[in-house]
Every structure is written in C-alpha cells, then in structure tokens.
C-alpha cells in the first residue's frame, strides 16, 4: 500500500470511495481537455479508471495516486506512475482546476519521482505532454525533466520528457 507524504500533501492507493471525489475532478473540461480518454467521464468510467488503477498498484506497487490535501483531507488531483506497454514507467499528473497555480503538482510528482528512483530504482522515467499543454510542460521543467522527442502515443503526437 503506498503512503508518500510532503509538505502539504499525501499520495495514498486509490479506494473504491475515491469515485465520487474524483469525478468531480475529471469531469472538469480544463481538466479532461489533454487527458487521454473521454472529454465527459461517467460514473462508471471512472469505477473502471480506479479498478485499473488498484489492479495497477497490485501488480507493480505503483499507480497514478490520488493526492490528499493534508491541511483539510480534500482529493485534490492524481499523480504517480504508470507502467506502459513498452516497459518504461511513465509520470502523470492532473489536479483540480480550483487549486491549479499552488504548486501541488509539482510537489506530488517531485515525490513520485524520488519514489522511482531511490524505492524501485528505475533508471528512467519519461512524460509524455500535449506540446498545447502549457501548464504541464511548466511541471517537466520545475521537476528538471529534459526534452527528448515528439512519439505517437495515445493517439496523440506528444512530447517525451526524460527524468
Ligand atoms: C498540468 C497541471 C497539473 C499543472 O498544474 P499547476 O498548478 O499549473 O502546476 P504546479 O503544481 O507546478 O504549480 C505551478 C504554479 O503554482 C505556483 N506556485 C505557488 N506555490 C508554489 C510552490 N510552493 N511550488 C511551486 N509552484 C508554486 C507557481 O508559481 C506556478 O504558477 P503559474 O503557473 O501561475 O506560473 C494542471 O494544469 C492540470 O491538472 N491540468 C489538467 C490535467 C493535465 O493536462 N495533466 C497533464 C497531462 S500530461
């Protein structure tokens, strides 16, 4: 079961209780707008999300976490890692468009990143970003990720950042 702390915030294993909390969240449009999957998720998208994500946690001992506000408990946002078909581990953030501009994303993955490296010692881990997503190619550098190139991935063109 992970339970990674920072300063403000907790990063804990997904719950089945979690549903609720965060579909508000990914329902947001500036939330789902660069997320792979669909623009307005239901309910039970999101069941199925979370039931990948303890599967995930299982499997691997890592998810994309749910990160808990520590000062009032609230869900704000996800983020953690995610074993791709190709074998590297991948970092993905998302939080609540309310809370965007505090630096919690780029605590949550700082931590997630640490976590990579000095508990599972992977060699690397990459990002892929929407080369629109501004907000997030702001996290990659904050984090100290370095650009590698443009992949085809999520049906996307993305950019790769290696950290
Ligand atoms: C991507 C996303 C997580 C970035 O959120 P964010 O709040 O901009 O990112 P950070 O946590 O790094 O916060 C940085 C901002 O907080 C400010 N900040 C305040 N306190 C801070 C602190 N203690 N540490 C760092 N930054 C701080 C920074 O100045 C910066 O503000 P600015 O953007 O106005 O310059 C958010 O836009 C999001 O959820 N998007 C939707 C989902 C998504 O697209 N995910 C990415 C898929 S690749």
Not at 13 to 29: E, F, G, K, R, V
Not at 52 to 61: D, I, T, V
Not at 89 to 95: G, R, T
Request: net charge neutral.
């Amino acid at each position: 079961m992970a339970f990674i702390e920072t300063e403000r915030l907790l990063l804990r294993t997904w719950m089945p209780s979690d549903a609720a909390a965060w579909l508000a969240i990914a329902a947001q449009p500036d939330v789902a707008r660069y997320l792979p999957g669909v623009a307005e998720p239901t309910r039970s998208d999101v069941e199925a999300w979370l039931a990948r994500q303890m599967e995930e946690e299982e499997r691997e001992g890592f998810s994309c976490w749910p990160v808990v506000r520590k000062a009032d408990g609230a869900l704000v946002g996800r983020c953690g890692l995610h074993r791709m078909a190709d074998g590297d581990v991948e970092i993905a953030w998302a939080f609540d468009r309310n809370v965007w501009g505090a630096g919690y994303a780029t605590e949550a993955a700082r931590a997630a990143l640490a976590f990579a490296r000095d508990e599972r010692h992977l060699a690397r881990v990459v990002a892929l970003v929407d080369p629109r997503n501004a907000r997030s190619i702001g996290v990659t550098h904050r984090l100290g990720m370095r650009f590698d190139r443009v992949v085809r991935a999520y049906r996307r063109d993305l950019l790769r950042y290696i950290a």
